[in-house]
Nanobody, 114 residues
Framework: VQLQASGGGLVQPGGSLRLSCKISRNIFSINNIAWYRQAPGKQRELVAAFTSGGTTNYADSVKGRFTISRDNTKNMVALQMNSLKPEDTAVYYC?????????WGQGTQVTVSS
């Protein structure tokens, strides 16, 4: 399983970005798909996820601003990020759990700065 994240870039505070994660196989049966991020000097942290139970989870710091979504027909998962803040600056990674293994994408840089 290969994951390819895209959509990062430079945006001003208060702006929006939409990240996409293209997955190399049919994701209809993959429940656990998530977005993580890692800022310089910090540990990688969970941002948003579809859980095995079919629900969504969000980090407290992004609730109400970020939305995770999926399109099973296109094998894609997206992260809509609104009202971006400088502290959202990080490399964002998508991750999928399939057949007992975790698979990671290569990451896409998001920089929020004026």
């Amino acid at each position: 399983v290969q994951l390819q994240a895209s959509g990062g870039g430079l945006v001003q505070p208060g702006g929006s970005l939409r990240l996409s994660c293209k997955i190399s196989r049919n994701i209809f049966s993959i429940n656990n798909i998530a977005w993580y991020r890692q800022a310089p000097g910090k540990q990688r942290e969970l941002v948003a996820a579809f859980t095995s139970g079919g629900t969504t989870n969000y980090a407290d710091s992004v609730k109400g601003r970020f939305t995770i979504s999926r399109d099973n027909t296109k094998n894609m998962v997206a992260l809509q990020m609104n009202s971006l803040k400088p502290e959202d600056t990080a490399v964002y990674y998508c991750r999928a759990y399939d057949m007992g293994r975790y698979y990671w994408g290569q990451g896409t840089q998001v920089t929020v700065s004026s």
